[in-house]
């Protein structure tokens, strides 16, 4: 892992892969062997070319679901292993 990260939230899903999101970095998945990044350069559709990367909270919900917030108006994310949907709230 990268020693320049700044954690802010971590989740270990049911099938043991790391999940946790860094301050102005997105969110992390590491599955044992690979680290990889989700919304490093996702564009918030209301706030144009600023970066909503600070995620405050990661879950799963029962059907496996991993769900993302961000505290600074990035909105929530759905990750369902394929696809990830953001929903916003103004």
């Known amino acids: 892992m990268p020693d320049t990260l700044n954690i802010t939230c ?3 899903d049911k099938d043991g ?3 946790f999101g860094a301050m102005n970095k997105g969110i992390y998945r590491y599955d044992g062997t690979n680290l990889t ?3 490093y350069k996702y564009e918030h559709s209301f706030f144009g070319d600023k970066y909503e990367k600070f995620i405050s909270d990661i879950i799963q919900d ?3 679901n991993i769900w993302f917030s961000s505290w600074n108006g ?3 994310w759905k ?3 394929k696809i990830s ?3 916003f709230h103004l």
Request: charged content about 20%.
């Open 74 to 76: 990035g909105g929530v």
């Open 17 to 19: 892969n790391l999940w």
């Open 10 to 12: 971590m989740l270990e």
């Open 62 to 64: 029962k059907n496996g």
């Open 79 to 81: 990750y369902d292993g």
């Open 85 to 87: 949907r953001t929903f």
């Open 37 to 39: 990044n989700f919304l």
